[in-house]
């Protein structure tokens, strides 16, 4: 039986302070953000269980992405404690393949992006968790995609297939150490965004453009962001979609969607929309939301062992 690390022994605390708080609150004040009404009209369909996580190794899945060259492969990942396994899976949950990072360590990773290249694709894993605000520098990985082949569902945690080296972009923030559980990439222009994870205050974003080159770059701060929920700063995961017009982010309870003005060529004026809600069903501990390689769903899976994989269509405009 796997040991309680300090990190996840806080992290349970914190979910079960947030789930408190939830119950003591009326659907209607759960929606409220600084005094603010979320919009009532959601942009999704009602959510839809696609199935379960078919991997019993996957049991902190914390952050997930759609593949960009890969037709219906998502790639997942455990959190803190674990190795540095990537795993790929579809959109019903079912197990395609465990591969492992030689040159990589697993100290906290709390979300994961996926980009393409030219012709190649990469995916981005964030070593960014620090819920005791202690470590001044944090990192991002950029690893080539596996290539996903029927016969790599028989890999396993004990016996992983072999994943090419990542290369490494090491960052800090200039107000000190934050925690953070949300990374981003945009799909155009290749920067970086990372969503603090607060309890009592607003979710600050900052962003870099990364070098992976192995030295330290420190990030921009741009914004803050608050969801219509209580706290309205936990931000566990989020994405931008294909189109970088949209981000959907989740906490614990929901998923919330900002949509870029029309006419906006600045990506950064997304922080200052409101977020619409957007139910991502029942989530164990949730903590990862993607879209789908065309933008036409949003997939959220949650921590422990076979959790079900709940999807969100969107609705046609």
């Given at each position: ?180 559980e949300a990374l981003l990439a945009h799909p155009q222009d ?128």
């Amino acid at each position: 039986m796997r040991s309680l690390s300090n990190t996840n022994i806080t992290k349970i605390v914190a979910f079960v302070i947030l789930l408190l708080a939830a119950s003591m609150l009326s659907t209607s004040c759960s929606l409220l953000s600084r005094g603010q009404t979320a919009p009532v009209a959601e942009p999704y369909e009602a959510h839809s269980v696609s199935g379960k996580l078919e991997s019993p190794d996957l049991d902190e899945a914390s952050g997930i992405a759609a593949s960009k060259c890969q037709p219906n492969v998502f790639w997942t990942h455990n959190d803190s404690g674990g190795k540095a396994l990537l795993y790929a899976i579809d959109s019903t949950g079912k197990h395609l393949g465990v591969w492992k990072i030689e040159n990589a360590a697993n100290r906290d990773w709390e979300d994961i992006a996926a980009i393409k290249s030219g012709d190649k694709c990469y995916v981005l894993i964030g070593e960014i968790g620090d819920n005791e605000h202690r470590y001044e520098r944090i990192a991002v990985y950029r690893v080539p995609e596996p290539s996903v082949i029927p016969a790599n569902s028989s890999s396993t945690a004990k016996e992983p297939l072999a994943a090419e080296n990542a290369d490494v972009s090491y960052i800090n923030y200039p107000n000190g150490p934050q925690d953070a559980e949300a990374l981003l990439a945009h799909p155009q222009d290749g920067e970086i965004y990372l969503l603090t994870k607060s309890n009592n205050s607003p979710s600050q974003v900052y962003k870099f453009l990364p070098r992976f080159e192995g030295e330290t770059q420190s990030l921009e701060r741009v914004a803050e962001v608050t969801v219509p929920a209580i706290p309205n700063g936990s931000i566990t995961g989020g994405d931008i979609s294909p189109d970088g017009r949209r981000v959907i982010l989740c906490d614990y309870f929901a998923g919330y969607e900002l949509v870029l003005p029309e006419g906006s060529s600045n990506f950064d004026d997304i922080w200052k929309q409101k977020p619409v809600r957007v139910g991502l069903g029942q989530r164990a501990i949730g903590e990862a939301v993607a879209y789908s390689a065309d933008g036409s769903f949003v997939i959220a899976v949650s921590e422990k062992k076979n959790t079900p994989v709940n999807t969100a269509r969107r609705k046609p405009n």
